[in-house]
C-alpha cells in the first residue's frame, strides 16, 4: 500500500520559515516526479514546486526564491523548506508522487500552513 503523509505545518508569522516533510511508503520517490501543491479555502489548488527523478526543479513564480524542495533517497522522503513566509502562502499543502510510465499518481492528506501575525 502506498502512503504519502506529509508534516511540518504549523501557525507561523510573516517572515518566518517552515520545512515540510513528505514522508512515502510503498513507492521509491526516487522513481517519481514528486510535486508539493497547495489549496487555500476558495481557491484552486496550484502546483508549488516539483523536483524530477534526475533532481531537476521547477517553482511557481509566487515561491520563487524563497522555497525549495530536496529530496532524501536515503530516507525516502522530499522536503519543502519554506523561508519568508507571507500570509497569501496560508493553505493546506499536500504532496504528490508521479510516474507517467507507471500511468501512478499518488497523494497525500495534506498539511495545513498558517501564515499569520
Known amino acids: 500500500q502506498v502512503q504519502l503523509v506529509e508534516s511540518g505545518g504549523d501557525l507561523v508569522q510573516p517572515g518566518g520559515s517552515l520545512r515540510l516533510s513528505c514522508a512515502a511508503s510503498?513507492?521509491?520517490?526516487?522513481?517519481?516526479?514528486v510535486g508539493w501543491y497547495r489549496q487555500a479555502p476558495g481557491n484552486q489548488r496550484e502546483l508549488v514546486t516539483t523536483?524530477?527523478?534526475?533532481?531537476?526543479?521547477n517553482y511557481a513564480d509566487s515561491v520563487k526564491g524563497r522555497f525549495t524542495i530536496s529530496r532524501d533517497n536515503a530516507k525516502n522522503t522530499v522536503y519543502l523548506q519554506m523561508n519568508s513566509l507571507k500570509p497569501e502562502d496560508t493553505a493546506v499543502y499536500l504532496c504528490?508522487?508521479?510516474?507517467?510510465?507507471?500511468?501512478?499518481?499518488?497523494w497525500g492528506q495534506g498539511t495545513q500552513v498558517t501564515v499569520s501575525s
Open positions: 510503498g513507492i521509491i520517490t526516487s522513481t517519481y516526479t
Open positions: 504528490n508522487a508521479n510516474n507517467d510510465l507507471l500511468r501512478r499518481s499518488y
Open positions: 523536483i524530477t527523478r534526475r533532481g531537476n526543479t
